[in-house]
Structures are given as structure tokens and as C-alpha cells.
């Protein structure tokens, strides 16, 4: 199943990276396309030889762009170099289709997981992970605290 760039594989991609790094906002990855080297800085890419995930076009522009190191998962990098030139995910005609794929695969859409993972990370209190998602999401904690933090453990 992973020797082509199939909807199967392009959705373990965007799983894979947003249970490791934290969840980016679809409309960040709905323009994201993979490469093997920098793109311009108006376009969302990852590199996968320099094992980068670089997203210049953001709803917190102010903030820069955003770098996430991806460079500990050689498999995730591997699979990711099967759909170099194409967008992370995409539909039968080659287009963006994140978020209806992720809704029609899971049925829950993205805002679901992100919610879930702050939520998760916040119960367990675990600093370094909590800034880290203060990064890719680009929220204060306060926000994070407010917004995301809707889950709770249930015994």
C-alpha cells in the first residue's frame, strides 16, 4: 500500500504527523505540498531532505513562519518522498482535499484531533509539549486552556 501516493497513505502521513508534532491547522495543510528542496516563502512545503515541515501562510502571519523538525521518523520521511511534487493530501484530480477526506475517512474533522491532543497534553502537564503546541498552533496557552481543552479523562 505505501509503494504509491494513495489517499490511504497521504492520511497516515497527516496522522502520523499530527499525533508526533501536534496539530496543524488544515487550512495550513490544505496548501501544503512536498518537495525534496526550499520552496518560495509564499507556499507551505515539506522538505524531506532537509526533514522540514516549513509553513509560511498562517492565521498568525505576525508570528513568522512556522519550522517543525521532522527528522526523527526516517520511515514517515520515506513515505512522504512518494508524493514529492504533490500536495500532502490530495483528491483523484491531483487537488487539495484535506478536510472532506479526513471528515469522509474518520468522520470527525481535524478540529476534533487538535482539540483531543491539547486536551491530552494539558491533563498530563507536560511543559515541553505544551509549548510545542503553543508553536504549531500558534495559540497562547490561555487560548489553548479557553478553546482546545475540552476533553477530559473519564474514569
Known amino acids: 500500500m505505501i509503494n504509491n501516493w494513495s489517499v490511504e497513505v497521504q492520511l497516515f502521513c497527516v496522522l502520523k504527523l499530527y499525533l508526533t508534532y501536534g496539530v496543524i491547522r488544515s487550512s495550513e495543510f490544505i496548501t501544503c505540498l512536498i518537495?525534496?528542496?526550499?520552496?518560495?516563502?509564499?507556499?507551505?512545503?515539506?522538505?524531506?531532505?532537509?526533514?522540514?515541515?516549513?509553513?509560511?501562510?498562517?492565521?498568525?502571519?505576525?508570528?513568522?513562519?512556522?519550522?517543525?523538525?521532522i527528522s526523527s521518523d526516517k520511515k514517515q520521511l520515506g513515505i512522504l518522498r512518494k508524493g514529492i511534487g504533490q500536495f500532502l493530501v490530495t483528491n483523484q484530480q491531483g487537488e487539495s482535499a484535506f478536510s472532506r477526506l479526513f471528515m469522509n475517512y474518520f468522520e470527525h474533522n481535524a478540529y476534533d484531533l487538535r482539540k483531543a491532543i491539547s486536551s491530552k497534553c494539558i491533563a498530563e502537564g507536560n511543559i515541553e509539549e505544551i509549548k510545542k503546541l503553543e508553536h504549531v498552533q500558534g495559540h497562547s496557552l490561555q487560548v489553548i486552556l479557553d478553546h482546545y481543552n475540552v476533553y477530559s479523562k473519564t474514569t
Open 35 to 69: 518537495s525534496d528542496a526550499d520552496c518560495d516563502n509564499n507556499t507551505n512545503y515539506i522538505n524531506v531532505n532537509k526533514k522540514q515541515i516549513v509553513i509560511n501562510n498562517h492565521k498568525n502571519d505576525r508570528k513568522a513562519k512556522k519550522d517543525l523538525d
